[in-house]
């Protein structure tokens, strides 16, 4: 690799793994969630519906998120012309757009839930952002989460310059939104559309539905969060993928597709996430299939660490928005 191309990739840094890199503050707020979560009910012992309500009320160990003020919705048709709702939060004068798809194991979670984030990605780069409110499982299996981000992909494609004044595009998301962003860009490329995203943001992303090692080590990678258990994650694919459909499918799993003429990606995760190795491995064929890739490693912090009360929070969300800028400046 000569010296300008090494430039574009991070290089690794094996310390960061080692035990010492944990800070303690990092180490005071993992125990502390894992002694609020603890003997918590868990989803699937539940019922999706009873969950859901429960997180929509504010019960539990996380409030409820306050919503923006600015926000407006749009709807865009999806595949078989049913409707999706697209949350946006946008300035008077857009130098781009960011198109956000929410995490949640495909199970929970809307459009709606980050707001401030969204508010905050507006305010540090000066886009619009756009929330897709895609449907979930189990009610809607594979592939309707897939299709409706590939149909609110494409809209965005034709339709960016006349609503928001730019065709200048990102995208990205959370866990398993940051799959189905993986998953959006490659059907997108295939319909020649993807070249219109000039970089990907991906946090914590699942992108192995057959999981990877550190899935399936999920009890030793230290994270206080039960639902983030391998029985916990082998539910949420179980919810959202039909019996008979092969969880190595590159649409399902994207681990396993052709990569090329992807856009430039940063890929965030912390060492105590059991999807740690996905975000490792992705980052690795992001580099082989001949795109950009940066990769932010977080001693210590568990999934979801950028949406919790998290030390290493701000400092991930700084440098995702440094990147988001750069690449509408670029």
């Known amino acids: 690799m000569s010296e300008a191309s090494a430039e574009k990739h991070d290089s690794f840094d094996p310390s960061l793994f080692e035990p010492e890199a944990i800070p303690p503050e990092v180490r005071a707020a993992n125990e502390k969630m894992a002694k609020m979560l603890a003997g918590a009910p868990q989803w699937w ?30 709807h865009v048709e999806g595949k078989g012309g049913h409707k999706i709702a697209v949350r ?30 969204l508010e905050r990605v507006v305010k540090n780069t000066g886009m619009a952002a756009l929330s897709i409110e895609y449907r979930l499982a189990p009610e809607h299996q594979y592939p309707a989460a897939w299709d409706d981000c590939e149909s609110v992909g494409a809209w965005l494609v034709k339709n960016a310059q006349s609503e928001f004044g730019t065709s200048a595009l990102t995208i990205g998301g959370e866990s398993a939104g940051a799959m189905l962003a993986v ?16 970089a990907v943001n991906l946090s914590y992303g699942n992108y192995d539905a057959s999981m990877t090692p550190s899935q399936l080590q999920a009890p030793q990678m230290g994270s206080p969060i039960p639902m983030m258990g391998q029985i916990g994650l082998r539910k949420f694919v179980e919810a959202y993928l039909p019996a008979g459909v092969d969880p190595r499918d590159p649409d399902v799993s994207p681990l396993y597709a052709d990569l090329r003429d992807m856009p430039a990606a940063l890929f965030t995760v912390g060492t105590c996430d059991p999807l740690l190795d996905d975000s490792l491995f992705m ?21 979801a660490f950028t949406i919790s009360p998290q030390p290493q929070g701000p400092q991930a969300a700084a440098r995702i928005d440094a990147f988001l800028k750069n690449a509408i400046a670029g």
Do not use: C
């Not at 539940?46 to 407006?72: D, H, M």
């Not at 980052?283 to 999934?303: K, V």
């Open 45 to 74: 012992e539940v019922g999706v519906v009873a969950y859901r309500e429960a997180a929509a009320s504010g019960k539990g160990p996380f409030p409820r998120p306050e919503k923006s003020a600015q926000a407006r919705t749009i």
């Open 283 to 303: 980052h690795a064929r992001w580099i082989a299939a001949g795109n950009e890739a940066h990769l932010a490693i977080y001693p210590g912090a568990p999934h």
């Open 88 to 117: 946006v939060i946008a300035p008077e004068r857009a130098t781009g757009v960011y198109l956000f798809i929410h995490g949640g194991g495909l199970v929970f979670s809307s459009s709606d839930v980050q707001d401030s984030m």
């Open 183 to 198: 998953a959006a860009l490659l059907r997108l490329r295939d319909r020649n559309d993807s070249r219109a995203f000039r």
